[in-house]
Structure formats: structure tokens, C-alpha cells
């Protein structure tokens, strides 16, 4: 990610993102592959409910957290 805030995945929203959802759908993505969507925190719970129902949820990071895990390598 650059260091430019980035906005939150739930349509229509253009609000700053500050949660990182990782998922990724077990019938197409190898269990290691994350893919990501951003969440402003009025959008948090709904995009992790959506993902969740469909147990393609892996993760929820706050975003300077998933950045410092980014800059570490993916460690974390």
C-alpha cells in the first residue's frame, strides 16, 4: 500500500479506510492467498459480516497495523 490514505471498500463510501479485512474464497484461492478489502469504521462490521457469512473472512487488522506487518515483510 502507498502512503496515500486509502478509502473504504463498501460501495458509494469515500471515507478514509482504517480497517484492513483480509479474505480470501477457498473455492478459487490457494489457503494462503489473502486478498483485502478496506473498511471505514462505520462499514467495519457489515463487510466483515458479509465475508464472514460466506467463510471467506480471515482477518481484520487495523491499518497501520497490516502496514507495519507490509513494511516488516509480512511478518507478524
Same mark, same amino acid.
Given at each position: 500500500? +502507498? $502512503? @496515500?490514505?486509502?478509502? =473504504? +471498500? %463498501? /460501495?458509494? =463510501?469515500?471515507? $478514509?479506510?482504517?480497517?484492513? &479485512?483480509?479474505?480470501?474464497?477457498? /473455492?478459487?484461492?490457494?489457503? @494462503? ?5 478496506? %473498511?471505514? *469504521?462505520?462499514?467495519?462490521?457489515? &463487510? ?10 480471515? $482477518?481484520?487488522?487495523?491499518? @497501520? *497495523?497490516?502496514?507495519?506487518? @507490509? %513494511? ?5
Amino acid at each position: 500500500m +502507498s $502512503d @496515500e490514505i486509502p478509502i =473504504c +471498500s %463498501a /460501495k458509494g =463510501c469515500r471515507v $478514509d479506510a482504517v480497517w484492513v &479485512l483480509a479474505w480470501n474464497n477457498p /473455492k478459487i484461492h490457494t489457503p @494462503e492467498r489473502r486478498k483485502t478489502w478496506l %473498511a471505514c *469504521e462505520e462499514h467495519r462490521e457489515h &463487510l466483515a459480516q458479509f465475508l464472514g457469512v460466506r467463510g471467506m473472512l480471515k $482477518d481484520v487488522v487495523a491499518l @497501520e *497495523e497490516w502496514r507495519a506487518r @507490509e %513494511a516488516d515483510g509480512g511478518q507478524g
